[in-house]
């Protein structure tokens, strides 16, 4: 799924400072399984900027309305009748979710309340991981079913390099060496051969440097 | 044994303390609570095993809240004691009465006085 | 000469059986080329070839293939560093093509330090190609006269090819295989990350006589002298992949004031004499950091001077 984090109270405050009516719109897709902008963190970012407001001697009225998704425009359209009523509206869905909105209601003013930082997945409550950096050309297979594109900082793909020290990355001993990781599943398998031959350069033309990438299923499309 | 604890202090009964979410707590504060604590059960002794470890992480993450906010962390509270503790009940109001009286009304309602 | 690779005077030391020894000089921060020519004064015919650090540690300095240029003028062969943090697969082509151009005749590939250590560490990091693939990438360029996609290049560089190895880093047991494996990619010669542990190296250095590597390429193992107990226990705590092990702090501690620099030296010393008749050992890379006006004192000690004149 998507990961996020949600954004500090005070840039979101500064973003709506001109505001006295919004609407903060959440997601019930990846937001909502990694607790960020689900419809419980929209009632309590709410009543955070409600109270943040009463400090200031102003009010905010705040309603708050959750979506099944915020990347489908047929849910996007379930606030047509609405969207315009607020000063503004601040989504907690991924990066996705405002821009479909903006897009669907161009008049409208939508900020983002959350910073999505990548694709997880949960490795204990309330932990979440990046595995996959989207490079549009998968090759965790070669790797004992990790991805060091993702989860080595350096990408190395005949890693590892020389900073790997007690399994731990050199940029943090909160930071996994995946090479570490590689390698000790390779050994314990006896397929450590599978690491012998050079990888060669990976061709980055389907990972975002080849630009905006697209999608389409042609049996779908009406 | 009938124990009188400060009279400003609202009891709101809950099964358990893991009943209490970040939303209640404050939502508290929105509507004009100066302080707001929860009396949990001693940690290690929950009914339901881990309600009152829960309660004390929300209590943790609305202090983070408030001070992001600019609001004293101290207005909200987590205590740990036995259902047989009247005392300790009393002795916990108390502290947390007085720890309020010193920090004053909450800015939420200082700013809705002024205005 | 046309058995050499690229003709410079490291390859023709190594080739004649001569026991190699480089040195290390960092760019300045600056656009000061007195203070450089000042640093390769002191190296001068102390030493093969002297490498020249690309942004070390992640911090900007002077380009490494400016300085070496500037190093080459002076009369000092350079090793031009070049690591991956920095450049896509276009730079480095055009890079390689422009140092040997300038003369330039040894290049040591490196994957680079994050730039998390560094004084940008705000900065995208590129990372398009790794170290090994730079290796293949630099051979196939002088070797086939081919850029990676294949187009011929009409004068291919002419470039002795070297990479590091740090046998202290983890996992150990594959060190010697990621040695291995850089060999195949291509490198000519290997210089090592600085050692301390020798009880480590020694049998990072039998396996890897086992496997035959040393055969194939030629190993320069890594001398730091250490400056003072401060430095040695900032390298070993801090510094990732780096082993400084107690009884050298210890030993160092015991020197007692104002003479932990010459016992620093002293322990380098003895690890050069060790190095000259451990077998797979083709020489010694010198990396007195921001100490080269020492070297000539170390070299001399060292049993390392005249330099072979090849």
Redesign the interface.
Known sequence: MIIADRKPLAELLEMIQDCDRILILGCKGCVTVCNVGGAKEVGILASALKIARKKEGRTLEVDERTLERQCDPEYIEQVKNEVGDYDAVISMACGVGPQFLSTAYPEQRFYPAVNTTSFGGAVQHGVWEERCAGCGQCVIHYFGGMCPIARCSKSLLNGPCGGSAGGKCEISKDVDCIWDMIVRKKTEQGRLEDLLDVKPPKSWDTARDGGPRRSVREELVQ | MRLSYPSNIKVIQVPCSGRVDIIHLLKAIEDGADGVYIAGCLEGECHFLTGNLKARKRVNYVKKVLEELGIEPERVEMFNLSAGEGPRFVEIAKEMAERIQELGPSPVNVQKKAA | MSDLKSGSNLEKVLKAGHFAFTGECGPPKGANVEHLKEKVAHLKGMVDAVNVTDNQTAVVRMSSWAASTIMLQEGVEPNFQMV??DRN?LAMMSDILGVSAMGIRNMLCL????Q??GNHPQSK?V???????LI??AKKMRDEGRF?NDEEIDVPPRLFIGA???PF???H??RP??L??KV??GADFIQT?CIYNMDRFRAFMKRVVDMGIHEKCSILAGVTPMKSVGMAKYMGKMV??MDVPDELIQRLQGAGKGKVAEEGIRFALEQIEEFREMEGVAGVHLMAIEWEHRVPEIAERAGMLPRPRV
């Open positions: 991956c943090r697969r994957s680079g330090d994050h998390r250590f990091n990372y398009d190609i790794d170290s090994m693939q293949a990438l990676l590091a190895a740090n880093a983890e996992p047991e594959f295989y990621r291995a494996k195949e990619a990350q990732p992949g």
